[in-house]
């Protein structure tokens, strides 16, 4: 019978033992040396090793110990041994792999996540100079192509009271961090996938409590109800990057969420086995996710599920059953018995292997399985979590930071141009690229990934539809799809139409692909505005293959190329806009008729009035004539509307003359944006000048002054398609305005309330308020207040510091 401390601490430490084991026999020879050496770096601060960053920086781990393969190490590394006296007080309790390393789910590309917990008496400070060398170090090993995450984490980080917790670097929501999304859910996954490199023993097994020789954490099965939901989304969020790692988490979730309250944890499985002597691969942290998910799916009957978390532990563990040149590591076998039991044919696995090469298609399919399997599981977890209120420790804006971002991913908006998850894939390129139009009703364009002979088509499907043949293009560009060797085809259409395409594919590349575009949490938190627009000329109508005209004498004349000769021909007929926002997300817009250029420049000028940061205008033409100087034409007069919009104020309404065919308008730029008429026509005056105005809110009094400028500020925030709140705090109640998805204003006083409160009620409303519609479930409202500077209203995003605004997200 096991009942001592100090005997469980024994079981605990033989099990972190196993698994340093395992972890090395996982790794290559480079990587166990760089696995090594993570606790001598964090231990040692000096200038001769790397990660060194001033003497100010605390160091030491508690209880370290030299060890041989440390040793070996540094000679591999050319690096000096440093010999320093023990730390009286050492900044750190522990150092501690966690997450699949070790385990049955370790890919030879698997990242190593290290929780580096310090001492809580640490200054912020010292705080701050032990992340800034985590991130050199992180650096340092990224330069062998081994990936090594380090977080800071607090000895009562999962105690603390909440308001304690808040100014915790920890709990800032990033890429990395989960904020406070997940919380106990999160020191379960540490406590039963923890490895031990440095200092205390973790205290994890059931009935543990705090020791000055351990590190306690807190007991798990502590774990609220509500918490399910936060964590959902979080891995909603991972799984934008690494889906089939997120499906397994987010399933577990929900497997967790069934035997609610009395849930049987995977820790409690890990420890009940090592209690009996199991430390076998049975007794694997990965392994027995991936049991606890067969039996809640066969349970409740999904075998369409169960098939494709098979498919996604599979890949996770990166073996590579059909190669014969596999190395047998300890997992092998187990993995082969398992696909035995599984009944898959040798095509699947085969394919499965073959995942670094999967084209575009197939990467679309499995991508669309993990995305809708991850919406149940979320939509399931939602239900569950309903009848509880939001965690008090879950921060609002934590909650509208991801569901924004999951917004820009799982819109269902047909103009946005979708980013392609390459998941393993190498390259996307293809050799041929097929353009198929369809004459029914909708006139969908279609693309196929070979050339256009009637007999290849049999049993093919499209690797992407969308309105227009130009979102086709840029979906190709943006995603690898194409390169400058690709081959561009239309079915049915001549080989001259195939080289346009494939011209046009080509300068499109450089201004879409290969860049990467930086998205901050405070960017999420304000409206977008344009980072970069692209026109695309005469892709569907061009009016100069018709023209019988040369471009010389265009520029010896210079000659308007909108409204050319005696017969006054636009020789501007369809026009595509492709742009990409501040959320990072790409559309693709058409306009077409006479009056597609004004149009197109009514429809940007709120957005670019919106933004402060100079926004890239380019113009690419596909026209068979005058490409030149069409792209210069309409290129000047794109910068020169920018300027305009960018300059019109309250006071003054700025007039662009413009001559169109037959016509001159007038182009008149106001805060709102810009309106157009016919100036030979002044009915059409009235007409513009009822275009979509904001209703006007009653005027009210702020601090004693009438206030004007509070719809002024409001109209500047506004954006069609999202529900905006703006609220202003006095002594006894909040002022309350309210953008809707038609921009349309209304304004409320509520009573008796704070903003916070107002906030926190307004979201959950949102989050519960009808759990079996899925439609722009992450469309959630953006909330701003509205403060009084210097007799200037301004609208700042509720609840993000400024000081972490900025980082990405």
Same mark, same amino acid.
């Given at each position: ?16 033992q ?43 781990v508690?209880?370290?110990?030299l ?64 992340q ?20 800071l ?38 406590y039963?996938?923890?490895i ?11 009935g ?22 936060g ?15 997120? !499906? ?5 979730? @929900?497997? *967790?969420? %069934?035997?609610y309250?009395? +849930? #049987?944890?995977?820790?409690? =499985? ?5 209690l ?10 990965? !392994?027995l996710?991936?049991?606890?998910? @067969?039996? *809640?799916l %066969?349970?409740?009957?999904? +075998? #369409?599920?169960?098939?494709? =978390? ?37 095509s ?5 292997d ?18 809708e ?7 399931t ?20 930071l991801?569901?924004?971002k999951?917004h820009t ?9 979708l ?38 088509f049999?049993?093919e ?5 969308a ?8 979906w ?14 239309e ?35 304000q ?14 109508y ?15 004349l ?26 990072g ?51 000047r ?22 001559q169109?065919?037959n ?5 008149f730029?106001?805060t ?19 275009r ?17 400028h ?15 709140y703006f ?39 949102y989050?519960?308020?009808d ?24 609208a700042?995003?509720?609840?993000v ?9």
């Open positions: 019978m096991i009942n001592t401390t100090q005997q469980k601490a024994e079981i605990a430490e033989r099990l972190n196993v698994r340093l084991a395992r972890a090395h026999a996982l790794f290559t020879p480079l990587q166990k040396h760089l696995f090594t050496l993570i606790p001598y770096l964090v231990h040692h601060h000096h200038q001769s090793l790397p990660g060194y960053n001033g003497e100010a920086t605390p160091c030491g508690t209880n370290f110990e060890t041989a393969g440390q040793i070996q190490a540094l000679d591999v590394f050319k690096l000096e041994p440093v010999r320093v006296e023990a730390q009286e007080e050492p900044a750190l309790e522990g150092v501690y792999a966690m997450g699949s390393t070790a385990s049955f789910g370790q890919h030879p590309k698997s990242d190593v996540d290290v929780w580096l917990v310090y001492n809580c008496e640490l200054a912020s400070k010292a705080v701050e100079r032990l800034q060398k985590s991130r050199m170090l992180t650096n340092w090993f990224a330069g062998f192509d081994f990936e090594v995450n380090f977080y984490v607090h000895p009562t980080q999962f105690s603390r009271d909440y308001q304690e917790r808040i100014q915790n670097e920890w709990e800032v929501l990033g890429h990395e961090h989960c904020g406070t999304a997940q919380h106990w859910l999160l020191l379960e996954e540490f039963r996938s923890h031990r490199l440095a200092g205390k023993i973790v205290a994890w097994w059931p543990a409590q705090a020791a000055a020789e351990y590190l306690f954490f807190g007991d798990v099965h502590r774990l609220p109800a509500n918490e399910y939901f964590a959902s989304l979080w891995q909603l969020y991972k799984g934008l990057e690494k889906p089939h790692k997120a !499906l397994l988490k987010v399933l577990l979730l @929900e497997a *967790y969420a %069934e035997g309250p009395a +849930s #049987r944890l995977i820790t409690d =499985a890990i420890w009940d086995k090592a009996a002597g199991d430390f076998a691969i049975d007794n694997d942290p990965y !392994l996710l991936y049991q606890f998910i @067969e039996q *809640y %066969e349970r409740v009957g999904d +075998s #369409r599920r169960l098939e494709i =978390a098979r498919r996604c532990l599979y890949l996770k563990c990166g073996i590579r059953l059909s190669d014969q040149q596999q190395p047998q590591d300890w997992r092998y076998q187990q993995l082969r018995k398992m696909v035995l039991d599984w009944e898959w044919p040798y699947l696995v085969a394919t499965l073959n995942c670094h090469n999967w084209h575009s298609g197939e990467l679309q399919w499995f991508n669309a399985q993990l995305n399997l991850m919406l149940v599981s979320y939509q977890l939602l239900r569950f979590a309903s009848s509880n209120s939001l965690s008090e420790h879950f921060k609002i804006e934590d909650l509208g991801l569901t924004r999951l991913y799982f819109s269902d908006n047909e103009q946005q141009i980013r392609l998850n390459p998941l393993w894939s190498q390259s996307l390129a293809e050799k041929h690229l097929t353009v198929v139009r369809s004459t029914q009703v909708q006139k969908k364009s279609y693309l196929y990934r070979l050339p256009p002979e009637p007999r290849q049999l049993g499907v499209a690797i992407y539809k309105a227009n043949t130009a979102s086709l293009i840029a190709a560009c943006l995603n690898g799809v194409c390169d400058s060797h690709t081959r561009w085809h079915y049915g259409r001549s080989n001259a139409r195939g080289r346009r395409l494939r011209r046009l594919a080509r300068r499109l590349l450089p201004h879409i692909a290969n860049r990467h575009w930086r998205v901050s949490k405070m960017d999420l938190c409206p977008w505005h344009y980072r970069k627009l692209l026109l695309l000329l005469n892709l569907d061009d009016p100069t293959a018709e023209w019988s005209g040369q471009g010389i004498m265009l520029d010896l210079g000659s308007n190329l909108l409204s050319v000769g005696q017969q006054q021909l636009c020789l501007l007929g369809s026009i595509h806009l492709i742009s990409l926002n501040s959320w997300e790409w559309h693709c817009h058409n306009f077409q008729g006479e009056q597609a250029l004004l149009q197109l420049i009514s429809y940007i000028a709120p957005a670019l009035k919106r933004g402060n940061n100079k926004v890239e205008l380019d113009v690419v033409s596909a026209s068979k004539k005058v490409q030149p100087q069409l792209e210069h034409c309409v290129c007069l794109l910068k020169q509307t920018y300027r305009l919009i960018r300059d019109a104020q309250a006071t003054r309404t700025l007039v662009q003359p413009l169109l065919r016509k001159r308008y007038g182009l730029f106001d709102k944006g810009m309106s157009y008429r016919d100036l030979s026509d002044v009915k059409s005056l009235y007409e513009q000048m009822a979509g105005a904001l209703q006007q809110p009653p005027d009210k009094m702020i601090n004693g002054k009438t206030s004007l509070a719809p002024q500020v409001i109209r500047d925030f506004a954006v069609k398609g999202m529900l905006q609220l202003q705090q006095s002594d006894e109640a909040v002022d309350v305005y309210v953008l809707d998805e038609r921009n349309q204003l209304s304004h409320y006083v509520q009573a008796n309330a704070n903003v916070s409160e107002l906030v926190a009620q307004l979201t959950r409303h989050a519960f308020g759990t079996q519609n899925m439609r722009d479930r992450f469309n959630f409202p953006q909330f701003f207040m509205l403060v009084l500077e210097e007799h200037k209203m301004t700042v995003p509720f609840g510091a400024s000081g972490s605004g900025q980082s990405e997200f």
